[in-house]
Structures are given as C-alpha cells and as structure tokens.
C-alpha cells in the first residue's frame, strides 16, 4: 500500500514564506514525477510544480520566480518551497507522483491536500 503524507501547510501573511513537504512510502516503491497541486475553493484543481526522474523541473506561469520544488531520490520525498506568497496561492495544496510497487504497474497517487492560507 502506497501512502503520500504531506506537511507544512499553515496560516502565513502575504509576502511571507512556507515549505510543503510529501514523502511516498511503500513496498519496494518506485516513482518517476513527484509534483503538487492545489485547489481554491470553487476553482480546478490545478498543477504547481512538477521535477521528474531525470531532474527536470516545471511550474505553471504564476509561480515561476517564487516558488521552488526539489526531490530526495532516495527517500522519495519532494519539497515546494513557497515564497513572495501572495493572496490568490490560498487553497488545498495536494501532492502527487506516479509510481511502481514490486515493479507492477504504474499508478497514480495522491496525497491527503494541506490547506495553504495567505491572508493578513
């Protein structure tokens, strides 16, 4: 069984900064893309940040500059660092990554979402 536990989320005021952190966990796990989402109310589901096996990184337009994702390899954990945050980052924030256990199949999961507040 495949488990994506995330922290870090919290209350921060505008400009101020917070790390998320995911670790996957499982028997003889392994996966390929680590990346978070995030959901507002009312509004999609949509991708944040995304580093793949290879080490390429991806981030949607309105975070570029400000936000950072890195991945332990390892230890199958990935980081979004998030700074200059600013009001309109407020939503659930989820991670998500692709992977294998016991060489099967490649399978999708998801994280349980940290709320994420930027407000004075």
């Known amino acids: 069984q495949v488990q994506l536990v995330e922290s870090g989320g919290g209350l921060v005021q505008p400009g101020g900064s917070l790390k998320l952190s995911c670790a996957a966990s499982?028997?003889?796990?392994?996966?390929?893309?680590m990346g978070w989402y995030r959901q507002a109310p009312g509004q999609e589901r949509e991708l944040v940040a995304a580093v793949f096996s290879g080490g390429t990184v991806k981030y949607r337009d309105s975070v570029k500059g400000r936000f950072t994702i890195s991945r332990k390899a390892a230890e199958n954990t990935v980081y979004l660092q998030m700074n200059s945050l600013k009001p309109e980052d407020t939503a659930v924030y989820y991670c998500?990554?692709?992977?294998?256990?016991?060489?099967?199949?490649?399978?999708?999961?998801w994280g349980q979402g940290t709320q994420v507040t930027v407000s004075s």
């Open positions: 998500k990554t692709y992977g294998r256990v016991l060489g099967g199949i490649l399978t999708e999961y």
């Open positions: 499982g028997d003889s796990l392994s996966v390929t893309v």
